[in-house]
């Protein structure tokens, strides 16, 4: 007899992996590496030992070890909020009238609101391993920020944030529940910088850039004794740390006999996604088992779906490495969308390599269309989701609506990555009508890529 699959399948908590999976053991063609500015060649751990945590650089560059074990620490923290459930969306299923099984993997359920705290707490733990003061970040939206102020907090590190000043005059509940954690929240550009200095003599009045806080934060970092510079997406550690999300994905489905069908998540830098989906992936590139994997990215930000596969800046001011990632062209600024964390220019290394090798799919889908499904998701299911999330609900909802018409009983597996509860004013556009759609014109993107640079492989 068939087992009734519960709605909540729970792990308990000696049942939450020991071991971040990494993908690039397996990969054989392993993402390009990153290159250092200045020298045109490799970024080696001398070059980022004084910007970034040395243990965490390690884990940037190691493209060899399959498994690494997570400390007995952040084990222990892991304990506090996980594992967390892997929901089977019933209700949803109804509403739909598909025969289509829903399943969501639910990273909301800390004060942050995000996965972003998996990645936080390590990070912050071998900050404190190595001996330092405190780390500095920048925020856009204010997730990053918040889950780091979490974690310093937990480890008795300073946590300095650099939070974009429109953010910062716009978002003052994400800003409170940091300081609440101790940590020191700046409006970049700010006064405290060299740079920041500048761009205000140059551009007075504005509102800042993700790209001007990064600029601020890693200046900050090299000029105090004892700090370094921390990032919350995009680099390969954090996508290791995120797997967390996927193998514990695993072992709930495999308590019930339950093989994936299509694992959907949303694509900012790639972190969850990667993290749901580089366990799966890793099946697949040990010819183990098949899923279709599917990114999804706003239509207002299309890395994947319309950016170009090449050597790019990070970060706006073009003083961070160079990526061989997706990429729109670092100087690409996203309409406002009301998915702050989504409106990065690039793509993961390792995901990007990944796509190019056909081991995902991507879609981009417009703003609005996101919000139908994120309130028909909240009226059925219950939880507000945040409107990333909210992308791979839309897809997942698409898919399973193909299911209906085809009759198929698929399993659809999707990463609910956080809450909207500080959301709620792109919600209130949405419910007076106001919210609207913007796609780049192909000739805004063409001027963009032009800027991308022209770096020898
Ligand atoms: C930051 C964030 C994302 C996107 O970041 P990735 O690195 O692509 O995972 C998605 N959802 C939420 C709730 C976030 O805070």
């Known amino acids: ?24 053991a397996d990969m054989k063609v392993k993402p390009a590496p990153l290159i250092n500015p200045a020298t045109g060649k490799p970024m080696t751990l001398e070059d980022m030992n004084p910007v970034f945590c040395e243990e965490l650089n390690k884990q940037e560059l190691d493209n060899d070890n399959r498994y690494i074990d997570i400390p007995a620490e952040v084990l222990d923290f892991y304990k506090m909020y996980r594992p967390s459930p892997l ?27 995000s996965h972003k705290l998996n990645s936080a707490i390590a990070q912050a733990y071998y900050a404190k391993k190595q001996g330092l003061k405190g780390v500095t970040t920048e925020t ?11 974690a310093c907090a937990f480890f008795g590190l300073d946590c300095q944030v650099y939070m974009v000043k429109c953010s910062y005059d ?32 140059e551009h007075p009045g504005t509102t800042g850039s993700l790209g ?13 004794e004892g700090y370094r510079y921390v990032l919350g997406s995009v680099l390969n550690q954090v996508m290791l740390h995120q797997t967390i999300i996927g193998l514990e994905t695993q072992a709930a489905l495999k308590k019930y006999d339950i093989k994936a069908d299509i694992i959907i998540g ?22 183990e088992a098949d899923y279709r994997i599917i990114a999804v990215e706003p239509a207002s930000c299309p890395s994947f779906t319309r950016g170009r596969f090449a050597y790019d800046f990070c970060d706006t001011g073009r003083i961070c490495p160079l990526a061989k990632m997706y990429t729109l062209g ?26 190019h090798d056909g081991f995902l799919e991507a879609c981009a889908v417009e703003q609005t269309s996101v919000f139908d499904a994120a309130v028909q998701f909240a009226r059925t299911e219950g939880i507000l989701p945040a409107p990333e999330s909210s992308h791979a609900i839309k897809v997942a ?38 919210m609207n759609d913007y796609i780049p014109t192909d000739e805004e993107l063409t001027e963009y890529l032009a800027k991308i640079p022209k770096v020898e492989e």
Not at 1 to 21: D, F, R, V
Not at 175 to 186: D, F, L, S
Not at 266 to 287: D, H, K, Q, V, Y
Not at 336 to 353: E, I, T, W
Request: charged share 20%.
């Open 140 to 150: 856009g939206a204010g997730q990053w920020g918040t889950a780091l102020s979490m």
């Open 212 to 224: 001007c806080a990064i600029s601020e934060a890693v200046e900050a970092a090299t000029k105090q």
């Open 397 to 434: 909802i698409d898919e399973a609506l193909k299911c209906k018409e085809s009759g198929e009983a698929k399993n659809i597996v999707l990463g609910l990555t956080g809450t909207g509860y500080f959301d709620l004013y792109a919600y209130e556009k949405y419910n007076n009508g106001t």
């Open 330 to 355: 670092s100087q690409f600024i996203p309409s406002a969308n009301h998915a702050g964390g989504l409106r990065f220019h690039g793509m993961s290394p390792v995901l990007s390599q990944l796509y």
């Open 266 to 287: 949303c694509a900012g830098g790639g972190s969850n996604l990667g993290g749901l989906a580089t366990p799966f992936i890793g099946e697949m590139l040990r010819g």
């Open 87 to 113: 929901t089977r969306a019933y209700f949803l299923e109804k509403a739909l009238g598909t025969p289509a099984h829903i399943y969501y993997k639910f990273e909301g359920n800390n004060t942050s609101g």
């Open 170 to 201: 716009q978002k003052p509940f994400r800003r409170e529940v940091m300081r609440t954690y101790g940590a020191k929240v700046t409006p970049s550009p700010s006064d405290t910088t060299e740079i920041g200095r500048k761009i205000l003599a």
């Open 1 to 24: 007899m068939e087992k009734k699959i519960p709605y909540k399948i729970y792990l308990n908590e000696n049942e939450i992996p020991a071991q971040w999976y990494n993908v690039r």
